[in-house]
């Protein structure tokens, strides 16, 4: 067999004098021109300079069977005629040879395999996978196959290959998932090719654009009689003149909106390939019909996206195969995909390297067949030399090289982590710019994963330096949101909190140096509202840091449909630093204008008593009915009394929110001072406390055998009638052993007496039996007779248990004995003395 060095030097050879239209050198200039970044070969990590050890491959990997030598033959004439029909063309991509240096078909390469995992059985999630676990090694040169094609195992092992090499693997995992899937050969655009994304929009940026919702406003509430507003009573011609303003200054920003846009395009614009349409590349192909897919699709296994199959990025096809053929396209590419047909029956379009029919073909067969028609000798396709594909629980889970990645996209650079590999719990950091050239830092946004503190996403604008955070349901104080400049207490922030588990129904708190807002929901009292205004702070030495003078609470209430409007608050004022509250109540129904009061507090001493008494000159209002009676003073009295309790309620629950606000800082800080990730019961190999759990059992289960052997010692009943010496001399420890045998031999006779005497009673009992029916059998009914059968049938099976008991019994006796004989010999109270 030909080494891999060998290999390569004849193929070199005939690469050099076929070669007619770029030179290596010519290839090193273009490479500098269009600056790609094509990896040396030299590079160990990333190229097969020399074959694997094959000691360790197994011998398919190896060895050509009968029959794959024989497709070598059909293949390597298929691609003499093909090369002679189409001097032109370049050759196919038929048969590489594989890490051991051994040629093989390339659909022999592809191994169908359904991988025990849920989450890579749909096709998106698989090639997300493998686009995410693989590392590309560029094809050198760019314009020609690659020498080798990987196994797919050692794909996986090594967690890189070529575009052919991670298709072959995604393709033979959609294959196994039950996918109609192919790999296809042939050309697409450099950025594919190089995987360059640095001009692509960021995934998780796409679809982001906030949009104006313009329903509400056109789905205004009209009535039939509303007033019409008032005519304008301004110039026509002025209005037309504004009107004209207006439509060039419009036309004039759209000409510069246009020019910006154009400039910026003309920027943007990638260099020119002098490569179009000679580039190689590897990708999928999905066909409609299978696992619900409804049309065909590429998918391109560097970044696992779907494109249509007419996408402008797939300039041309060559070839196509899976598991049981290979195709050649016989359509024009001078347009690209567009108007490619994927109808590989057809010999017109594709031409096939074996004969096989298709499933409409197939069907028809069999029925000739079922007819008695001869069978067609048709070339099978041998099975897969690859082994059997998988893939562990933890690589799943590392998903990326090394555990990370990063990824640069237009205007943004994407970082993704391992869960766990990080103390902080970080999975993604998403960070954009404001310029091409990524210097100027605008947004960067970081995705957490298993953080004790709920910590899900967070987010950092640099212009105005605001965090946000969002957190999952299960913290202390509810908290859902956190944005916020610093920590500090006092300054600005806005918080939101998961409102339905709270006992307070606190939907969101915005503070700011001045004022607090909370907004809630679900309340029994119907409150929505708090806005809470602070006064200057004196600063004087009594006075607890960080508290602030309360100047002004407004608190807002929904409508109580259980109480007259007149009687139902909308509105509550408290002016603390003018001993003043006003009340406003919901608006009646046919009024403009709601019922207001004012009420004055009596001045308090310092003991907290009135200085002074209630006056009826303490309360003001509006009536809106003239007519009606004001209200008593009783009832005034008594509402002002409800006020000053509800005040210095409100002024209670306000210092509560403070003290929240102070907790919710106070611990932020320790958890990004000391980070904590927690981990499933179920995840055995990062919870700590599970594993120290299963130690402790199986050290407990150990224990436990051991007392079990030192509580059954067989000596200890004939010790006994010695006196339980400590030692023992010869003729006692020959002693002890006799009577040990002699007690297990006469413990087997007493046991083969009772199975014997078991035997006996079942037998005369049978007979007695016996004897009754012939004495009765005239006169019995068919019910005595099937209860005799019934009882005869199950005695004679019980006396065959008795029997084969005491037959097997008879020959584990001697068996017994010597294992008993063995085991007192080494027994460490005897051994010395036999």
């Given amino acids: 067999m030909e080494t891999l060095l060998e290999l390569e030097e004849k193929e070199e050879e005939g690469r050099d004098m076929g070669r007619n239209e770029l030179n290596n050198q010519e290839l090193v200039e273009l490479e500098k021109t269009v600056n790609i970044n094509i990896t040396s070969p030299e590079d160990p990590l990333l190229s097969w300079t020399k074959p694997m050890n094959l000691s360790k491959c197994p011998t398919s990997y190896q060895l050509n069977s009968p029959q794959e030598k024989q497709l070598l033959v059909i293949a390597d004439n298929f691609s003499s005629q093909y090369s002679h029909i189409f001097p032109n063309r370049k050759p196919l991509f038929l048969c590489p040879s594989n890490e051991c240096g051994v040629k093989k078909f390339v659909s022999t390469t592809l191994r169908r395999t359904m991988l025990p995992y849920s989450s890579l059985y749909d096709w998106d999630n698989c090639a997300s996978f493998v686009a995410d676990h693989l590392v590309l090694q560029a094809l050198d040169p760019p314009i020609e196959p690659p020498r080798y094609l990987i196994s797919p195992t050692l794909v996986l092992e090594t967690q890189r290959g070529t575009c052919f090499d991670i298709s072959t693997l995604l393709c033979s995992l959609l294959l196994g998932a039950g996918y109609d899937a192919y790999c296809v050969s042939g050309y697409a655009v450099r950025e594919m090719c190089l995987l360059d994304q640095t001009r692509q929009e960021c995934p998780l940026l796409v679809g982001k654009v906030e949009v104006k919702d313009t329903l509400a406003e056109d789905k205004r509430q009209v009535r039939k009689y509303a007033v019409k507003p008032p005519r304008e009573l301004r110039s026509s011609f002025e209005r037309g003149q504004q009107e004209l303003k207006e439509q060039e200054g419009r036309a004039e920003m759209l000409k510069r909106q246009q020019e910006a846009q154009r400039l910026q395009e003309e920027l943007e614009r990638p260099s020119v390939d002098p490569l179009q349409g000679q580039m190689l590349h590897c990708w999928v192909l999905v066909l409609a019909g299978k696992r619900e897919i409804l049309e065909n699709f590429f998918i391109d296994p560097l970044t696992g996206k779907s494109y249509a199959p007419n996408d402008k990025s797939f300039l041309g096809i060559e070839s196509l195969w899976n598991q049981h053929n290979y195709w050649v396209n016989m359509q024009d590419c001078c347009y690209g995909c567009t108007d490619m047909e994927y109808n590989l029956g057809d010999s017109t379009m594709w031409e096939s390297v074996l004969f096989r029919i298709t499933e409409k073909e197939e069907e028809d067969e069999l029925e000739e067949e079922e007819e008695g028609s001869a069978e067609p000798n048709v070339f099978e396709m041998p099975s897969s030399w690859v082994d059997k594909i998988t893939l562990s629980k933890q690589d799943l889970e590392r998903r990326w090289p090394g555990g990370s990645r990063t990824t640069q996209y237009r205007k943004a650079k994407l970082e993704q982590f391992t869960p766990y590999l990080l103390p902080g719990g970080l999975v993604t950091r998403l960070t954009t710019y404001t310029d091409l050239e990524c210097q100027e830092v605008d947004v960067v946004r970081e995705w957490y994963q298993n953080r004790q503190d709920h910590l899900e996403d967070r987010e950092l604008k640099r212009t105005s330096n605001v965090t946000t955070e969002l957190f999952s349901p299960g913290r202390k104080l509810k908290l859902k949101s956190h944005s916020y400049v610093t920590l500090t207490p006092g300054t600005e922030r806005h918080m939101e909190f998961y409102s339905k588990v709270r006992y307070d129904g606190l939907l969101r708190r915005v503070e700011s140096p001045g ?320």
């Avoid at 205004?533 to 807002?556: A, D, H, I, N, W």
């Avoid at 000159?617 to 009915?625: D, I, K, L, P, R």
């Avoid at 209670?652 to 800082?665: D, T």
């Fill in 515 to 834: 004022e607090m807002e909370e907004t809630f929901e679900h309340r029994d009292d119907l409150l929505y509202s708090r806005h809470v205004f602070y006064g200057q702070s004196m600063k004087t030495e009594s006075e607890k840091p960080g508290s602030r003078p309360l100047e002004k609470v407004v608190e807002r209430f929904h409508r109580d449909k259980s109480k007259a409007a007149r009687e139902d608050v909308a509105e509550r004022v408290f002016l603390l630093a003018e001993g003043c509250i006003e009340v406003t109540f919901h608006l009646e129904d046919h009024r403009i204008i709601p019922i207001r009061r004012s009420f004055v507090k009596p001045k308090m001493l310092p003991d907290g008593q009135r200085a002074e008494s209630w006056a009826p000159s303490m309360a003001t209002g509006y009536q809106v009915e003239p007519h009606e009676n004001p209200p008593k003073n009783v009832y005034l009295y008594e509402m002002l009394t409800a006020l000053m309790e509800e005040e210095e309620k409100v002024t209670l629950q306000i210092k509560r929110s403070e003290l929240e606000v102070r907790e919710i800082l106070a611990t932020r800080e320790r958890e990004e001072s000391n980070t904590e990730l927690r981990t499933s019961i179920y995840d055995t190999a990062r919870n700590e406390k599970v594993q120290r759990y299963r130690e402790d059992m199986v050290r407990a289960k150990e224990e436990r055998q051991r007392q079990e052997e030192k509580e059954i010692d067989l000596l200890a009943p004939f010790l006994a009638k010695l006196g339980d010496p400590e030692t023992l001399s010869p003729q006692e420890a020959k002693k002890l052993l006799e009577d040990c045998l002699a007690n297990q031999r006469k413990r087997m006779i007493e046991q083969d007496k009772v199975l014997q005497a078991r035997y006996e009673k079942e037998t005369q009992a049978l007979q007695q039996k016996q004897q009754w029916y012939q004495q009765n059998q005239l006169s019995m009914s068919k019910e005595d007779e099937d209860q005799y059968h019934a009882y005869c049938s199950d005695t004679v099976f019980r006396m065959g248990v008795i029997k084969q008991r005491q037959s097997r019994h008879k020959e584990l006796g001697p068996q017994k004995h010597l294992a008993l004989k063995e085991k007192l010999s080494r027994d460490p109270r005897l051994a010395p003395h036999l």
